[in-house]
């Protein structure tokens, strides 16, 4: 299959995603949704494929939404389309992941930021490189987090740790992810892919079905609170991308410098 915004490989058993704008930090584009759905559902639906590994271009993970798009989209006064703000193709994607009945890993080889570390989060063993850093750093432009993050982060971390990261929107490096539990492993940048895929080969080498029901059975209690929580959290980043304090922290992004919000 043929993708403009990610690589998609299989081998041994394992589908390789790359987010792959690696000059933006492999932001996330309406195009790089779309595929990132199509690969998650192709692989899932796949024989061939027992485990997926996402990860990222370059020397990032996923630095989340493109600021720069919605600056453009502030200042032209563009907005999404309804269906995509009744069930956003993010929450689709989400879903799917969290549905799919194969693991799926995340290698987090640079930053993760916003929604780029909600996707991380909704990947079932995250690992991590020493160069990584992850923040949900939402609040940092006026927003509200999506993606999951407010369902996945207190889950692992706590809801004091959780409320203290999404509030701050700091990064925090490798090793304190390590200590949190957001992350399982650590390795070398050049050691990460490597690891990575001899975990994948592990599981692939493993029973499917019995993965299979595990999967299910690990998260079976917590699959319908994912969708009211993806549900809020569409109509709480409405709201808030509509207020001037979302503008500012944008455009404070772009013309780097610290944001003043206003509180409208």
């Not at 993606?147 to 990064?171: Q, Y």
């Amino acid at each position: 299959m043929g993708f403009e915004h990610i690589v998609y490989d299989v081998a041994d058993q394992v589908a390789t995603i790359t987010l792959n704008r690696p000059d933006r930090l492999n932001a996330l584009t309406p195009t790089m949704r779309r595929e990132l759905l199509e690969a998650v559902t192709q692989s899932d639906q796949n024989d061939e494929v027992r485990v997926m590994v996402l990860t990222g271009a370059g020397r990032g993970f996923c630095s989340g939404g493109d600021v720069k798009a919605m600056r453009e989209a502030h200042e032209s006064g563009t907005t999404n389309p309804l269906q995509e703000r009744i069930a956003p193709i993010r929450d689709r994607v989400i879903l799917a992941m969290r549905g799919s009945t194969k693991p799926i890993l995340a290698a987090i080889n640079g930053p993760a930021a916003g929604a780029g570390m909600s996707i991380a989060l909704a990947c079932d063993i995250r690992l991590a490189s020493t160069t990584a850093r992850l923040g949900q750093t939402f609040s940092r432009r006026g927003l509200h987090p999506d993606w999951g993050g407010t369902f996945f982060l207190p889950r692992l971390v706590g809801t004091a740790k959780a409320c203290e990261l999404i509030w701050s929107g700091r990064m925090i490096d490798g090793q304190e992810a390590l200590e949190l539990g957001i992350v399982s492993e650590l390795a070398e940048p050049d050691a990460l892919m490597p690891r990575t895929l001899e975990l994948a080969a592990t599981l692939a080498a493993g029973p499917p079905v019995a993965i299979r029901f595990s999967k299910r059975a690990i998260y079976r209690t917590m699959e319908p609170d994912l969708r009211e929580a993806l549900e809020f959290e569409t109509q709480a980043q409405q709201v808030c991308s509509q207020t001037s304090d979302a503008k500012e922290g944008v455009l404070a992004f772009t013309e780097k410098r610290e944001p003043k919000f206003s509180g409208t």
